[in-house]
């Protein structure tokens, strides 16, 4: 097993960063399913809390349980004993499931919807396209999404991705969280049907 298959873009090296410690009573980690520019990445993350939220501290993540396999199907999930960490720099999308996220209360919810503006759009993130919704604050339009920001990941709700003619995932996703580093073009879409809204005649 290529032990150096991921591969690192960011500016600064950081490799002597260890992963987070795994304690024996520590928690039983949160599970993920990661896709890199070549690999997808199946198993457990150990940590606590959202994993957005993990994801975004950019620190390597210890791992466990994990199997691999190339994004383009031609083999099966494999165990890959051997990964016991991740950098966040090298996924390029993760799907996130319910197990994954926090509980919320409809008056949270709701709180957010209210805060917040849904916009239905088509994130190009090479070699991924993702379908779904996104949601920005008052003020703020999808295509600042490529502008430098804190936030590395971004959350795409009830979303679909692709890699070329292949579907990734099961169909629509609770989320998909989106490496923003990757990000090489945003869109507004009819999210059922990943095309640009037609100008209607004046």
Do not use: C
């Amino acid at each position: 097993m290529p032990f150096d298959f991921l591969k690192r873009n960011k500016g600064s090296d950081t490799s002597s960063e260890p992963a987070a410690p795994v304690e024996e009573s520590g928690p039983e980690g949160i599970p993920f399913d990661g896709w890199t520019e070549d690999w997808r990445l199946v198993g457990r993350m150990i940590v606590e809390g959202r994993l957005s939220d993990v994801l975004n501290k950019r620190d390597p993540i210890a791992i466990s349980d994990v199997s691999w396999a190339p994004i383009d199907g031609s083999t099966p999930l494999a165990p890959a004993p051997g990964l016991k960490s991740v950098d966040p720099y090298d996924l390029v999308i993760v799907l996130a499931g319910h197990a994954s996220l926090p509980e919320m209360t409809e008056e949270k919810r709701t709180a957010l919807k209210i805060h917040k503006v849904s916009y239905e759009v088509a994130l190009e993130v090479p070699p991924y396209r993702v379908i779904g919704t996104v949601m920005l604050y008052p003020g703020s339009v999808p295509e600042t999404m490529m502008n430098r920001s804190s936030e590395m990941f971004v959350p795409v709700l009830d979303a679909t991705a692709t890699v070329g003619d292949l579907p990734v995932g099961n169909a629509p996703e609770p989320a998909i969280l989106v490496n923003r580093q990757y990000l090489r073009g945003v869109m507004q879409v009819d999210a059922r049907t990943g095309e640009q809204h037609k100008t209607l005649p004046s």
